[in-house]
């Protein structure tokens, strides 16, 4: 009776602790309706609507783009939790490793075909080529990529949906490459020379 009661007890403390977790899990919750701009006296549809991804469809970028619909881009998702990005791939354009720390994503390919990956915190890889209509989700906070690699040159395009307003992106060449990091660090960290990691840094560059 007792050892019931005790299972019980443990179960519903797990129980407690878990759902706190998932809670935790994504962004804090408002209590409010929405929240509007601050210096705003009233808001009417406007304020609700986005407007910067019109026309995107309509060409093909030269290399790789991601175009965001975050609270950045559009204030009114502040405290609602939720984020789109819209992916644009030319016939091998790659979308480089990288994290969201705040948020799983959702792709959804709308166009072409996509090679996606993401790797685990064992270090293990889970891969797929994606068809039109296809959806991948790739966990939170996991190192993952995209990679148009279609037979016939076909453009890319992927919708992808955050359980963040704002999802934040680390990039890895980025983060570790262009950051002023020594150069000596990183090639003890890659077990290589400093000449090949300045090579990757002049790669890395921004065009001028
Ligand atoms: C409110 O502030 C933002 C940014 O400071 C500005 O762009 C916008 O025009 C302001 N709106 C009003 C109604 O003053
Ligand atoms: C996954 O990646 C490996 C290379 O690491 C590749 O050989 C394989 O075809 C990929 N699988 C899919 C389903 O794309
Ligand atoms: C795709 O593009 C490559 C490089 O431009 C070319 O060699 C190949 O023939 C093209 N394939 C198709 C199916 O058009």
Redesign the pocket.
Known sequence: MASALLKYSVFTLLAVFATFWVAKASDPNILSDFIA????TSVDGNYFTFNGLRGIFSQTPPNFKVTKASMVEFPALNGQSVSIAVLQFPTGGVNPPHTHPRSAELLFLVQGSLEVGFIDTTNKLYNQTLQVGDMFIFPKGLVHFQYNADAANRTATAISAFGSANAGTSSIPATVFTTGIDDAILAKAFKTDTATIQNIKVGLAPKA
């Open positions: 701009p601050a210096n705003s």
